[in-house]
């Protein structure tokens, strides 16, 4: 194994990736931030600091497991302090396994915001609220097209700014392809798929899966595969390559870029009109794609040792997700709870024992009203607003089962798809409508589960996940829609509570709130 030292700057830049111009994020003056090849069981050290001008910064390694490293998942008022305008932070922490990956901003808004994000966050706690709405455009590897069409790229009309310009996938016929995508977005999901090709799924979220083809593939926010392309021997021309927005009623157009076969010129258009994506909201469809996904059984792949799920859980979790007003502000609620987040960090307050950090009540595992109806709008108003979190024991196996629900509004109830830091959970099955233990858990699936770190909900129904307490830590499970997460959509899992207070923790992580407070102290005796 080796060692990768990497220094990065984050700053403000302008830039064009829809094609109009606005101040963005970027890392070493790029957008997005440069990719980081590695070998399973590398040691990554990024040195990172941050150059914008007043607004702090984390940044989270997602799907990184972070054993024995808690204080590197980069999670602002969970592992960290936010790294202050004009400080540094090394972040160091190892690869466990190949797999796709990708990093994110992980304070308040900032993954989805650009230079917007205090803009949105006020609108989202406003009464009433202003809903951040469907994005202008879907953007490929940084590129996409708001006042530009695609085609504009290829007349070399000069209103495009060359920062959005697609970037084309060059490819030679007759060949294996593997395609790592994963999607970042901040509120859509999304279905991907390459006109007259078919696509075989080989990996899901940094695990191998029983390999299986598909005309399109759905990818919801936080989620990554790598797709298998097999070239056609006898390509005239180029296909187009196009992502389309699912599980919301949106305007968005598909984002196009172009399969480009060589030695055609990539800027040849395609011979037919982009490939149409199933209808938003065909859900059969959507999970008939998550039904596929069946963990590789390859005992002599090597350095590959998938093991099924035990098969009984120590504790089972059952959140409901929907929606309430609290002091008049529409909140996301997980059995009746909307999370909020402390200004000092769980991890800190965890390992010194400073329990005015946060709320210290215990959260429910179960919601209140076995009799609710998922149906309709909730009628419940005793919900609160809470930092508490769920202490998890060492060495248990732990389900949970996440409920979907009607939202306030009548006959609406989303996608979610939920992304847990610090693990891989076992996907056990998805079902429709409420979820009943004698009814559900004797189907769960205890063979070939896929292991993944995120998973989606469908509208009216449930999903059932299992995992390991392996990895002592403070791990946000949530939501990975930008806006749901601030409004209160996820829950802290605080695993290992005696062992994180004997590991050592990278103080520079927690120099804020109590535990700064406490470092002060202790510097003054
Ligand atoms: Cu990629 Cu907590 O998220
Ligand atoms: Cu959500």
Not at 159 to 171: A, T
Not at 477 to 486: D, G, R, T
Request: proline share 6%.
């Amino acid at each position: 194994a080796g060692v990768i030292d990497l220094k990065w700057t984050v700053e403000y830049m302008h830039w064009s990736p829809d094609c109009i111009e606005s101040v963005v994020i970027g890392i070493n003056g790029n957008f997005p931030g440069p990719t980081i090849t590695a070998t399973a069981g590398d040691l990554i050290n990024i040195e990172l600091t941050n150059h914008l001008h007043t607004e702090g910064v984390v940044i989270h390694w997602h799907g990184i497991t972070q054993k024995g490293t808690p204080w590197a998942d980069g999670t602002a008022s969970i592992s960290q302090c936010a790294i202050n305008a004009g400080e540094t932070f090394v972040y160091s922490f190892t690869v466990e396994k190949a797999g796709t990956f990708f990093y994110h901003g992980h304070y308040g808004m900032q993954r989805s915001a650009e230079c917007t994000q205090t803009r949105q966050e006020v609108d989202l706690s406003g009464v009433p609220i202003r809903f951040i709405g469907e994005p202008q455009a879907i953007l490929i590897n940084g590129r996409g097209q708001y006042a530009c069409s695609a085609a504009a790229h290829f007349d070399g009309k000069a209103v495009c700014s060359p920062k959005c310009k697609p970037e084309p996938l060059k490819v030679e016929p007759g060949k294996t392809y593997r395609i790592r995508l994963a999607s970042t977005t901040a509120l859509s999901s999304l279905n991907f798929m390459i006109q007259d090709h078919k696509l075989d799924v080989v990996e899901a979220d940094g695990n191998y899966v029983e390999r299986f083809s598909v005309d399109d593939l759905d990818i919801y926010s936080g989620e990554s595969y790598s797709v298998l392309l097999r070239t056609k021997e006898d390509a005239k021309g180029n296909y187009w390559i196009s992502i389309g927005v699912r599980g919301r009623d949106s305007d968005t157009p598909p984002a196009l870029t172009i399969l480009n076969y060589l030695p055609t010129e990539w800027e040849k258009h395609p011979n037919s009109a982009p490939p149409v994506h199933p209808k938003w909201n065909n859900y059969t469809h959507s999970k008939s794609f998550s039904n596929k996904i069946k963990a590789l059984n390859a005992p002599k792949l090597e350095g590959y040792n998938y093991k099924p799920p035990p098969e009984k859980q120590n504790r089972r979790i059952l959140l409901l997700n929907t929606q309430n007003t609290i002091k008049e502000r529409i909140k996301w609620t997980i059995n009746d709870i909307s999370l909020t987040l402390p200004s000092t960090p769980y991890l800190g307050a965890i390992k010194y024992s400073l329990d005015k950090a946060f709320d210290q009540q215990s959260l429910p595992d179960r919601y209140s009203n076995p009799d609710y109806d998922i149906m309709v709008p909730p009628l419940n108003t005793a919900a609160i607003s809470s930092s508490a979190v769920y202490n998890l024991p060492s060495d248990v196996t732990i389900d949970v089962v996440l409920q979907n629900a009607n939202m306030l509004k009548d006959d609406h109830c989303e996608i979610h798809p939920w992304h847990l830091h610090g693990h891989d959970f076992w996907v056990l099955g998805y079902g429709e409508g409420k979820f009943i233990d004698a009814e559900h858990e004797g189907k769960f699936n205890l063979v070939d589960p896929p292991l993944r770190n995120t998973v989606v909900v469908y509208p009216y129904g449930w999903t059932a996940l299992r995992f390991r307490t392996d990895n002592p830590g403070v791990w946000a499970f949530h939501c990975h829609i930008e806006p749901h997460l601030h409004m209160g959509m996820g829950v802290i899992f605080a695993e290992g509570i005696e062992e994180i207070k004997k590991m050592s923790i990278n103080k520079k992580a927690l120099v804020c709130g109590l535990t700064g407070e406490k470092f002060m102290d202790s510097y003054k005796e």
